[in-house]
């Protein structure tokens, strides 16, 4: 086999054509130390390098020079950034049952089960019904649950039931918590926004929810995308509104308006995961990551992770932990 480096421009992308395969457009040693693990790196990892054919879509044709190795490179990077999410997002979903409990159990350990704390629009039975079904999927193999089972015939603390919500769970229960629950939460992790600086909407959107709620929800679907090892660096993620936050120095690199893009959700959950535990480096991982495995790759373009041009190359825009309050 050649050993080809890189791609003219009359090579083609699909595997099914019928001047060359895959194998042969690919460099023999590099070709033989991915393997077939990888399903050839991700097609997504490919995209960038494909042209722009008629009709403004990518065509099935090679940019000239593109490397089988960049894409090599892009696709280890991506599995390395979902690594450090992994671990981020332990972090953060501990912080979150915690601060909820704590906030819910102020009253009695059984405060998620009175609907009268939740919004009118909370479905709190149908979230009950999940959190049963998690309580009865957990008794073969949780101590503490088939104590309270044996003890105190079937109604669990929150501390207990915490233990087998996902994080998906606990963010829908955040969202359906009034404002004045959700504010000294998000406050108690240093997320002080300015309202003095937004606009009159944008102030009474700010009173009648906590805008971290859709964050969460990002940070969920983020979560899960690792969990089924997607790609993460040039994916779009559910919507998260960035005007609240933006009144925080930390979170001047998020977009105007909204983010849906990787470097948001890095950026927020580089605050929390500092709440969570004070002196970790893990943001530093990740903005060095960031600016040594993607940035200098050629395939890569900084809006498709939503880094901007003006980025300081930290998360948070600085190094100091967030003010916490009990």
């Known amino acids: 086999m050649p050993r080809l480096t890189s791609f003219s421009e009359n090579q083609t992308l699909t595997p099914n054509s019928s001047s060359r395969s895959w194998s042969s457009l690919v460099s023999e040693p590099v070709s033989e130390s991915v393997g077939g693990r990888e399903s050839w790196v991700h097609q997504g990892c490919w995209c960038p390098a494909r042209d722009w054919a008629a009709g403004g879509e990518r065509g099935d044709r090679f940019v000239a ?4 190795e960049d894409a090599v490179a892009l696709y280890e990077a991506d599995r390395k950034l979902r690594t450090l999410v ?3 997002m332990e972090r953060v979903e501990i912080l979150l049952r915690t601060r909820v409990g704590e906030r819910l159990c102020a009253t009695g350990p059984l405060g998620h089960e009175d609907q009268g704390r939740f919004r009118p629009s909370f479905q709190h039975k149908a979230w009950m019904a999940t959190a049963d079904k998690r309580i009865s999927r957990a ?6 649950v088939r104590h309270h089972q044996r003890r105190y015939g079937g109604r ?5 039931l915490a233990e087998v919500l996902d994080m998906a769970d606990v963010s829908k229960l955040f969202e359906g918590m009034k404002a004045g629950e959700q504010r000294a939460i998000v406050e108690g992790v240093g997320f002080a926004v300015d309202s003095g600086q937004l606009t009159r909407n944008q102030q009474k959107k700010f009173k009648a929810a906590s805008p971290l709620a859709p964050w969460l929800h990002q940070l969920t679907v983020v979560r899960n995308t690792c969990a089924h090892q997607g790609r993460l660096w040039n994916r779009s993620f559910a919507p998260a509104p960035t005007a609240a936050l933006r009144t925080l120095t930390r979170f001047r690199d998020l ?3 909204q983010s849906e893009r990787i470097f948001g959700a890095l950026t927020v959950m580089s605050h929390l995961v500092q709440a969570a535990s004070p002196g970790s480096t893990w943001a530093d991982r990740v903005a060095d990551h960031l600016a040594t495995a993607f940035l200098p790759n050629p395939l890569v373009v900084p809006g498709a992770l939503g880094i901007p041009d003006t980025w300081s190359g930290q998360l948070g825009g600085s190094s100091s932990p967030p003010r916490l309050t009990s």
Do not use: C, L
Not at 139 to 144: F, G, L, N, R, V
Not at 156 to 160: A, G, L, N, S, T
């Open 255 to 257: 977009p105007q308006g």
């Open 65 to 68: 020079g593109t490397r089988f």
């Open 139 to 144: 008794q073969k193999h949780s101590d503490p």
């Open 156 to 160: 669990y603390p929150f501390w207990v």
């Open 86 to 88: 992994h671990d981020g």
